[in-house]
């Protein structure tokens, strides 16, 4: 019976619907008044259909309903959290992200009574000690722990080694050879204001350095983790993710390497504001979302208070809570790859992962990561992307509600600092330009504060 009565209704070609268009937009002109131009080079049309596809695509290898929900614990004292870790355990989390900062830390008092062969938990180690890593994984399910140990990701963010080159090549191949995990972190170029072009170019050439390095050794059964914090425009985040696997499928396969990677999801800091912090929830709840439609399998969330606040029980709570109304009462885990055969999110995958994939062959023909890192192109290019976004939220053409526009004169922030929300500088001596991260508010907010 349906199919008789789509019979009745002829195909319209999009030839036909642009054609429509134009008459409706009586003279205006069609790709002034209906193209959007976006920083990563890709103009958003204001439809798209089938007829634009050679050929249908193919499902995702993402399972958008096998998400897990994901804390942050940062680790001071090993009993302190793992009762921490325990009470988030019962009260909804499904994962533990441990942020481990020295090899002080006592494993067995801190995985006490956490079944890891039901918990996933991953380990963020603020330094690099493959003796401390042994331990960790004689401790854990190797199935189901991930170390996040990215020392390239380190470099970048620090401007130094943890050591130099040598011995940090070397705790790594053990560490490797120990885990077969790879981390790559690509979240400190979004947090610095890079493109998501340039987030995925950055992603895959610094893991190719990894690979690269390590290309003498088994990799069918590489475990990778990649990073990633998702930004408010909510269909390129979705896209990003997908490109990112799909880029990744294209390096591994030259490495024969497992082409399967784990996503790691946390909102962006750089939409967060100090003045009218609830909203941070709303844009970290569409964050979310993003990261779930396309593909993350773990969605870690940022507290709206994380910028200014030190970790309490409160902003911890709300940010749990976020997840768990998605996942049990938005039902974002019954779908399987709901994003799949919508051909804006189609058309902006595949650009993203082309685009992409140009940039990250113009690096490794100039060099490779590592030399553009060292000679300060990388750093230069995010600068370049942070200043032409910073100008955008200056002028109002990106808009913070409630820091930009329509901000309320009777907030006032001076007393509830207990974090300094702003980017340090402190004068030391680096290898190279360390990337520096940065929150789009960080000036208006700062001249608000002196005239409260």
Known sequence: MSDKLFNDFPEITSKEWKQKIQVDLKGADYNETLIWKTNEGIDVKPFYHADEF????????AQASKWTICETIFVTDAKKSNAQALQALNRGAESILFVIPNKDIVIDHLLNDIDNTQTPLHFHLQFLDSSFTETLTKSTNKDNTFIHCDIIGNLAKSGNWFSNLNEDHKQFELIFKDTNTLSVDLSLYQ????????????????????????????????????NTT????????????????????????????????????TPTKRN?????????MLRSTTECMSAILGGANTVCNLAYDAIYHKNNEFGSRISRNQLLVLKHESYFNKVNNPSDGAYYIESLTNQLAEKSLTLFKDI?????????????????????????EQEQFNSGDIVLLGTNKHPNPEDKMQNELELYPFVKTNTRKTLIEPIIEKRLAETLEQNRLQTE
């Open 54 to 61: 050679e050929t249908l695509p193919e499902n995702s290898k």
């Open 230 to 265: 998702i930004g408010t425009n909510y269909f390129f985040e979705i896209a990003k993710l997908r490109a990112l696997r799909l880029l990744w499928q294209t390096l591994a396969s030259e490495y024969e390497a497992n082409v399967n990677c784990h996503i790691f999801s």
């Open 191 to 226: 947090n610095a204001g890079a493109t998501s072009v340039q987030q995925l170019a950055y992603a895959l050439a610094h893991a190719n350095e990894y690979l690269n390095y390590l290309k003498e050794q088994p990799l069918n059964n590489l475990k990778i983790v990649f």
């Open 364 to 388: 490794e023909e100039n060099g490779g990561f590592l030399h553009q890192l060292k000679e300060g192109t990388i750093q230069r290019k995010i600068k370049e992307s942070a200043e032409k």
């Open 272 to 280: 967060k504001t100090l003045y009218d912090y609830n909203t941070n």
